[in-house]
């Protein structure tokens, strides 16, 4: 992983951009199990954004909310 993806703009743009909605509002869930799971998928999609792997599956369809 290269040190300039280390940066918090990068980080910021991985988060805004790269991650699932519900990961990012899982984390606000009253749960604890779902609070984690999202965590989780909020970490592994920031480390394929920033990484060398796909950050997004092309193949995958967007829905409108």
Partial sequence: MQTDSLQ??????????ST??????G????NERLR????HELALSIAEALGD?????HN???LPL
């Fill in 53 to 57: 792997g796909p950050a997004y599956d």
């Fill in 8 to 17: 918090p703009t990068a980080i910021a743009e991985a988060l805004l951009f």
């Fill in 60 to 62: 995958q369809l967007s």
């Fill in 20 to 25: 699932p909605g519900w990961a990012r509002i």
């Fill in 36 to 39: 984690e799971r999202a965590a």
């Fill in 27 to 30: 984390l606000t869930a009253p």
